[in-house]
């Protein structure tokens, strides 16, 4: 009978150990998720600022190549757009303490290369307007799904300043491409099926 107890006492405290560490893994774990959480997002932070640095640089050559005045405002409209979620990220940066830094992003650099290949084999015109609506229309996908992602991201690991200021460029990103698709619906597919016609 003394060896049961024995033995029921030190199931007992077995089963207080088990349970304290038990206890001390979930929290181990939760932060570790938490640390890994936010190198994931200053990733994905570093990664859509050089994308959009180098939207800077390529949205121009798509003005001058453009020939519809409505794509050729939307398009100058959403370069200041662009300069302004440059700016956001910067603060978005801030915010967590840390310093803006761009890391190439092989995505867009992929878009931007696609873009200018489809402006150099179409002729000037109606066309190579809807190419430059396509390529666009790409880069505003591209750049709705990072930005959701990073304000999802910032809502879980609780980053208020964060989110406000990525949930601005996010649905300046859904108006840009919703204005790409009105667009290419009432002046870029007429124009090009006048030129098929004739």
Sequence with gaps: MGKKKT???T???NGKETKGKSSKG??????MQSSQ???LFQDQLKDIYWAEKALKKAI???IKKATSQKLIDALTSHLDETENQVNRLEQVFE???KKAKAVKCEAMEGLIKEAKEIMKSCDEGAMCDAGIISAGQKVEHYEIASYGTLRQFAETLDLKKAVKLLEATLKEEKAADQKLTKIATEVVDLEAAKEEAL
């Design 95 to 97: 915010s967590i303490d």
């Design 60 to 62: 121009p050559k798509m």
């Design 7 to 9: 033995k029921s006492t």
């Design 37 to 39: 959480l936010m190198k």
């Design 26 to 31: 979930k929290s181990t774990n939760a932060s």
């Design 11 to 13: 199931n007992s405290k």
